[in-house]
């Protein structure tokens, strides 16, 4: 995950943890604090991990994500769905398809994009949509 001071925490950080380094990184700069609007990046059993935790976090009255959201490598070929895509159904969070445009990150304003085990490489245009 990487914070808006631009620290980064591996995948398996607890959400709570992160929440609390990303909350006091904020405090320390003009940008906004939590709850965060998050854009999740990742496919495979690994990066389920990271994004249940991000999807317990939101779901906490109090909790510093507010808003989740989750990018997927294309369906194409293959049948059956990624187990980040399947799991992102089943709880109802709304899925981009890789490529993004820059559009998409901007309009949702999102604060925070979290990336584990995504399998392809995120543009410089997208990484920058993002606020620091």
């Known amino acids: 995950m990487l914070l808006p001071s ?11 943890t992160a929440c609390r380094s990303a909350s006091a990184s904020a405090s320390a700069s003009s940008s906004s604090g939590p709850p965060f609007r998050v854009l999740f990046f990742g496919t495979d059993e690994f990066s389920l991990a990271t994004l249940s935790a991000l999807d317990r976090e939101r779901q906490r009255p109090q909790g510093c994500v507010s808003h989740l959201e989750v990018c997927v490598s294309p369906k194409g070929k ?23 445009e820059v559009a998409e990150v901007v309009e949702t304003e999102f604060h925070l994009g979290v990336v584990a085990s995504f399998g392809h490489l995120i543009s410089k245009k997208i ?6």
Do not use: N, W, Y
Request: charged share 20%; net charge positive.
């Open 78 to 100: 293959k049948s059956s769905p990624s187990p980040v895509s399947a799991f992102a159904a089943r709880q109802g969070l709304r899925t981009h398809e890789h490529p993004l």
């Open 6 to 16: 631009g620290r980064l925490l591996l995948p398996r950080a607890v959400a709570s």
């Open 127 to 132: 990484i920058e949509a993002f606020p620091r």
